[in-house]
């Protein structure tokens, strides 16, 4: 298969109660880890780069080794740009092949938000990709967005529904509580603010901060309506203690390959763990 968007699988997964994990890669291994988690769960996939990986990698690096995956594996894989503030950059990463985008101008006004999204939208239509948008302002670090507490504001029921309108945006992203990075105790989601924007927003809405929440949560939020779960944090952490261990246990270790494989391994079973959670584990059949 090649890849595709992620609209037609996120509005299956609303209309039937499921979430797909949308999981930040940043190396060709991390890459690899999480599509073979997907292949045996027989879920549904969303890889996703912010804009610092696409800095770091390269954009037709990234699109070329998810095109790959999508082409050698039978489940329906798309590439996502995680908040990205920068119309060039979304355009260019469009053209490389990324089949979903996020336009966060989520600090911006209400009605710049609007214009903003919107012309991200007509391009994201011409191409046939998913684009998603954020309203409120999600907290905590993510890469180059850092957002403090006291800034994060969480998004209003009759303004999703608005915006949803007025930008014909694909996917929602609307901070509920969640925040980006690890929590420092539980983290406070607002359910029934989930409950009262699934109500008025009929397009698949979008978990972010999903590193930490405790399951039962994950599960009461994907049942009020929550179709896709961004993690990116946790996956970090479980690659890189793999790869600690290994050099504590042999701190003159040479060979990429002897980290790398424990490193895969450990975020593979995370990544298999997050599917389990969402729900999306045998969701592929649908989309062959
Ligand atoms: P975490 O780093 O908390 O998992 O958040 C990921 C995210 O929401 C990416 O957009």
């Not at 039978?74 to 740009?81: C, E, G, N, T, V």
Request: contains cysteine; glycine residues 8%; proline residues 4%.
């Amino acid at each position: 298969m090649a890849l595709v968007s992620s609209t037609p699988f996120l509005q299956h997964a609303r209309q039937n109660g499921y979430c797909v994990g949308a999981f930040n890669v940043h190396t060709l291994e991390m890459l690899q880890a999480v599509v073979e988690a997907a292949v045996e769960t027989e879920s549904p996939l969303i890889l996703q780069s912010t804009v610092g990986t696409v800095k770091h990698l390269g954009a037709d690096y990234i699109a070329a080794a998810a095109q790959t995956a999508a082409k050698l594996n039978r489940i329906p894989i798309a590439l996502h740009l995680d908040h990205c503030a920068d119309f060039d950059l979304i355009v260019k990463c469009i053209r490389a092949g990324y089949t979903s985008v996020m336009i966060d101008a989520s600090h911006s006004p209400f009605e710049e938000n609007v214009a903003q999204t919107r012309k991200v939208v007509e391009v994201g239509r011409a191409a046939g990709v998913n684009v998603e948008a954020e309203l409120g302002k999600v907290g905590g670090v993510e890469d180059e967005i850092a957002v403090g507490e006291e800034d994060a504001t969480l998004a209003d029921p009759q303004e999703c529904k608005a915006f949803v309108e007025l930008t014909g945006v694909s996917t929602l992203a609307p901070a509920i509580g969640t925040a980006h990075g690890i929590y420092k105790g539980d983290p406070n989601i607002d359910f029934d603010r989930i409950q009262a924007i699934a109500g008025v927003v009929s397009v698949p809405l979008v978990l972010h901060g999903g590193s930490g929440i405790p399951d039962d949560q994950v599960r009461r939020a994907v049942s009020l309506g929550m179709s896709k779960m961004n993690v990116a944090t946790e996956l970090r952490i479980a690659f890189s203690d793999a790869i600690k261990n290994v050099f504590k246990a042999n701190p003159s270790e040479n060979d990429p390959r002897k980290y790398m494989v424990p490193a895969k391994q450990a975020l593979r079973e995370m990544a298999i763990e997050k599917m389990i959670v969402c729900g999306s584990v045998g969701k592929a059949k649908h989309f062959r």
